[in-house]
């Protein structure tokens, strides 16, 4: 199994002593199976910043350069869920994000 370059590069920041920009991915997914997971809106909200960005055709997602520090991933517009996310302790997170069934 080979390294993601993001994984790389937050190894070689590691060994030249700086912090590495964190990163938030994950995926989307319908519990059961009704909702198509591409196109879902999310946000992360952190610090005094709002990010957005959209799932792809396979649900997946993802938030780069981030600060360290703790965030809220936001998604659902009829309904809005939240989770924290906690990057105080880990330079990335994965979260899986799941579709009302509604």
């Known amino acids: 199994m080979s390294a993601s370059p993001h994984e ?5 920041a590691w060994k030249a002593g700086l912090q ?3 990163r938030i991915f994950g995926g989307v997914f319908s ?11 999310l946000q992360l909200l952190g610090g005094n ?11 997946q997602f993802e938030f ?6 703790n965030y809220q991933l936001i998604w659902g517009a009829a309904a809005p869920r939240a989770r924290s996310v906690d990057l105080t302790r880990a330079w990335c997170a994965r979260v899986l994000v799941p579709l009302d069934s509604q």
């Open 64 to 69: 780069l350069n981030l600060a360290i520090g």
């Open 49 to 59: 910043q709002l990010l957005e960005t959209v799932s792809d055709s396979r649900g």
């Open 31 to 41: 519990p059961d199976g009704r909702k198509s997971p591409a196109g879902i809106k």
């Open 20 to 22: 590495p920009k964190a």
């Open 8 to 12: 790389v590069n937050a190894l070689r």
